[in-house]
């Protein structure tokens, strides 16, 4: 490989022009290549609708060393398979890498299709480097030697170690340049005018078992320094015209001691926010905190509740209770927060009941604080083979049944996954343990749910639409007659509610 190897990185389509965010795996790589003398091009299928074309004109034109693909599971995976095919067809020599939460959760999957030379597990700062420096001769000693890295030797599939994860301040803001002008990913949101997508920190310190974000990182955190995030604020304030922040950060409040600083830098741009956070962690907030958080303008937390099961919580590790659920949507209300509760319903055990309980609970913590928005997914665990290394011989997961009593067999190839089926499941939507009424008493009592209590993210329906459709579905939501809301169905039609769940904010 020449001294300045160049790589095509492609975000394939995952959702709307609209809702494009800064595709920050894709940054973060870049500026990784250019630290390492290498030169790459990012071609970002959220805004460039025609991306697969546009990758291949890329590649015609220009001499590319290699091509990098991020996947995530669900809905990326068939644009990511439609362009990793294409490319293998046309230009055969190319080595094709996949990184992201597919091929980190499922590298036997990724490397099972031809078109699929390289799986990077985890964080890729070091690891794609590495790899395109060691590609020119493809020396299998120097792939050996890379951690973090999946591949093929012969007609075997070969996992490297673990790499550790970092996040080194190498001084200076992501490359966002390289977006052409990175102004038109800022979008009006309930937040602002101008909304950023911008991630802090790297990671969670927890393992809860069922969470993609476990599995990639193992229980592993790392914090930005405060000078850094003052940086990176200043740019996408000052420079880039951003007058609020949605953090990606997995979980956003880590420990209070190392959190302050970063909230002191936050309170001093005023930027109202919205973030991923845990309910024990608000709970704990000291009154100190709390200032600096009402002073920095956090507007909206994301809690995942889970259940109100207590039992349940603690198998999946997730190390809160269902009443700190409780108490904190009464915290957030007294400071001025919106919870976005999350909820994962239809466990494969006690599936009706276990729902049945949770829309009982939803009820419940909505008398508390009305405000609380709630998102209901369906429970669905990951496969064992995906679970962190560390965590997956700990406690190994209870074998999981469809409806037909035959145990479930995860797919094996990444066009298995991209089935409409499986598309469900990583998106948490359904599960083979669901049958057709529970399916639908879910969806009635979302549909009931979301028209009396129209989100406060959906900027798109007038207000008049919300006050209507909340006032229509006002009878069903008290007497608990969620069955078959057609009229709501109908209007919601013509009124399209936003799901936050399907765009992000
Ligand atoms: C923004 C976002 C989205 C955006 C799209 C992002 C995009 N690609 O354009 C939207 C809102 C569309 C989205 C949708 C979904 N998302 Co999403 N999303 C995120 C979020 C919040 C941030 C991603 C991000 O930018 N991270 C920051 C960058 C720097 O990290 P990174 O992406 O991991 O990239 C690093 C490595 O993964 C790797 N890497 C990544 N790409 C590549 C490529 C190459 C070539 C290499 C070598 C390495 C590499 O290197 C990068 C730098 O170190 C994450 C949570 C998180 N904090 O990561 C969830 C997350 C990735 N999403 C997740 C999921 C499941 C989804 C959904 C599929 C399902 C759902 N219900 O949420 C939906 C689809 C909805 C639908 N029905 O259409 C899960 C994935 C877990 C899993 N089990 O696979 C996450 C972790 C959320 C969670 N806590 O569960 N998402
Ligand atoms: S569910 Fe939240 S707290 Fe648990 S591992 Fe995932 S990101 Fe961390």
Not at 177 to 196: E, I, M, N
Not at 378 to 399: I, W
């Amino acid at each position: 490989m020449t001294d300045a190897a160049r790589t095509l990185l492609i975000n394939p389509t995952i959702t709307s022009r609209r809702s494009a965010r800064f595709p920050l795996s894709l940054l973060h790589l870049a500026a990784a290549l250019e630290r390492s003398g290498n030169d790459s091009r990012i071609i970002d299928g959220n805004v460039d609708r025609d991306f697969v074309n546009d990758a291949l004109r890329a590649l015609e034109e220009g001499a590319f060393d290699a091509v990098g693909v991020s996947v995530m599971g669900g809905p990326q995976l068939a644009p990511a398979i439609a362009v990793s095919s294409v490319i293998r067809a046309r230009f055969p020599a190319v080595p094709i890498v996949w990184g992201g939460y597919f091929p980190t959760l499922n590298p036997d999957a990724a490397l099972a299709a031809p078109y699929v030379d390289y799986a990077v597990r985890g964080q890729a700062g070091e690891t794609l480097p590495e790899l395109i420096a060691a590609l020119g001769g493809r020396a299998e000693a120097k792939l050996a030697a890379i951690g973090g890295l999946s591949w093929k030797q012969g007609g075997a599939v070969v996992h490297n170690p673990n790499r550790r994860f970092t996040l080194a301040d190498h001084g200076r803001v992501l490359p966002y340049d390289k977006l052409g002008d990175p102004r038109r990913y800022l979008a009006r949101t309930y937040l602002g005018r101008r909304t950023v997508a911008h991630q802090a920190s790297v990671g969670c310190r927890f393992r809860c078992t069922f969470c993609g974000v476990a599995a990639m990182f193992g229980g592993t955190t790392v914090l930005p320094a405060a000078q850094q995030l003052e940086r990176d604020l200043g740019y996408l304030k000052h420079t880039l015209g951003a007058d609020s922040v949605q953090y990606f950060d997995n979980n956003f409040f880590d420990r209070e001691r190392d959190m302050l600083p970063l909230l002191e830098v936050m309170a001093r741009f005023e930027m109202p926010w919205w973030c991923f956070a845990r309910a024990d962690a608000l709970l704990n907030l000291s009154e100190q905190a709390w200032k600096l958080v009402r002073k920095s303008r956090l507007r909206m937390a994301y809690i995942g509740a889970e259940s109100p099961n207590g039992q349940m919580l603690k198998e999946i590790r997730k190390g809160t209770r269902p009443d700190q659920t409780m108490a904190v949507v009464e915290l957030c209300r007294r400071h001025g927060v919106i919870p976005e509760l999350s909820f994962m319903v239809a466990p494969p055990e006690n599936t009706a009941e276990e729902t049945e309980h949770t829309f009982e609970f939803i009820r419940a913590l909505k008398r508390v604080n009305p405000q609380s928005e709630v998102v209901i997914y369906v429970y669905t665990p990951l496969p064992e083979n995906s679970r962190h290394e560390q965590d997956r011989a700990r406690r190994p997961a209870k074998p999981l049944f469809g409806l037909d009593g035959e145990p479930v067999a995860f797919p094996t190839t990444p066009e298995e996954w991209a089935q409409p089926r499986w598309v469900d499941y990583t998106c948490h939507a359904d599960a083979p343990w669901l049958d057709d009424r529970l399916r639908r008493r879910i969806r009635d009592f979302v549909t009931v749910l979301r028209c009396r209590f129209p989100t406060v993210q959906d900027l798109r329906s007038p207000p008049w639409a919300k006050r209507s459709l909340s006032a229509m579905a006002l009878w069903r939501y008290r007497y608990g007659r969620y069955d078959r809301p057609w009229e709501l169905e109908l209007a919601n039609r013509l009124v399209r509610l936003r799901m936050p769940q399907v765009s992000g904010l």
